[in-house]
């Protein structure tokens, strides 16, 4: 099987990114990704949820498309990735380099959003694509995965993940649970 290419993390114009949802699957597409997750913030004016929903199902995407939201962990500043699948979910600690936590802070946060009830089962080991290696350490009992975060050129494809796993949404979220995933870094430009 062909690893799968992908980014789970990615903004468009229902928040703070620069492209429509349309654009952004289209600058994907071009790029040869095989999935892509449209996760706009929660808290952002642009992001009306209805019309959020009604703009992502309008797309008829050649990649594999995960509908997806960024939320903001209520008790602090704390971006959470929640990525749906058909019936499964993937819950990501998004960037903690920004927050500048220690490992021990991320495995403490870790524990806390877990119990609030969001269930984290990978992390980002990346900010906007550029590789943040603190976090990429068998200490943190999450999943490692990279994102570009995408907001706006040249953000677009500096980091993804492969996935060995057939094409299908909850078969590439059961594969990233079970660790079955890999990071890759664009060549530095
Ligand atoms: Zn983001």
């Given amino acids: 099987m ?74 602090f500043a704390q971006h959470v990735g929640r990525i749906d699948g058909d019936e499964e979910t993937l819950w990501v600690l998004n960037h903690p380099s920004r927050y500048r936590l220690s490992v021990a802070e991320t495995i403490d946060r870790m524990h806390e959003i877990r119990r609030w009830g969001w269930p984290l089962a990978a992390i980002e080991v990346t900010d906007t694509g550029h590789y943040r290696e603190l976090y990429d350490t068998p200490e943190i009992p999450l999943v490692k995965i990279a994102t570009d975060d995408a907001h706006r050129p040249p953000h677009f494809g500096r980091a993804w993940v492969e996935v060995d796993a057939p094409r299908s949404r909850d078969a590439i979220i059961r594969a990233i649970r079970a660790g079955d995933v890999r990071i890759v870094f664009a060549p530095a430009s």
Wanted: proline content about 7%.
């Fill in 2 to 75: 062909p690893l799968l290419r992908g980014n789970l993390h990615a903004h468009t114009t229902f928040s703070d990114g620069v492209r429509s949802p349309a654009a952004l699957v289209e600058e994907y597409e071009r790029r040869g990704y095989d999935f892509l997750a449209i996760t706009d913030h929660d808290d952002h004016d642009n992001l009306e949820p209805s019309a959020y929903e009604r703009a992502i199902l309008r797309l008829a995407p050649q990649l594999l498309l995960f509908r997806g939201i960024e939320l903001n962990y209520p008790r």
